[in-house]
């Protein structure tokens, strides 16, 4: 697979996992590895996407296996994510996301964890 597909699909990948607040241990998990290094390869761009893999991620994201292989994917500001990304809602070039709090640390670390990812992607123009 060339080398510039695989780099893209890689980044796609990340996106939609960080956009919903997985992790690679869950998305491996999802998918059936042994442990998240198999996934973590994908986002790497180090190893080829399978078909499988790619069906089910389609299905966990609720997107068309396109989404996940294109050069150009639609991952942004304006697509309406209110339904089906855990709460994250765009508005403006605006991201809103909802967070759950419990009072527990460990749920407060987990979602700090991941606006901080979020925010980083915005930053780098990337969502």
């Known amino acids: 697979m060339d080398t510039a597909l695989k780099s893209n699909i890689a980044e796609n990948l990340r996106k939609h996992r960080v956009l919903r607040g997985y992790t690679q241990e869950y998305i491996a998990e999802y998918l059936g590895k042994k442990d998240y290094t198999a996934y973590s390869r994908y986002e790497q761009g180090r ?24 050069v150009a994917p639609s991952v942004n ?51």
Do not use: C, P
């Open 47 to 70: 190893s080829n996407l399978k078909m499988e893999d790619a069906i089910k991620l389609a299905e966990l994201y609720e997107v068309d296996v396109q989404e996940l292989i294109s």
């Open 77 to 127: 500001h304006s697509y309406d994510f209110s339904k089906k990304t855990n709460g994250h809602t765009y508005n403006n070039g605006q991201i809103s996301v909802l967070v759950d709090l419990d009072g527990s640390s460990s749920n407060l670390e987990s979602s700090i964890s991941r606006l901080k990812k979020i925010n980083e992607l915005i930053a780098r123009q990337e969502l």
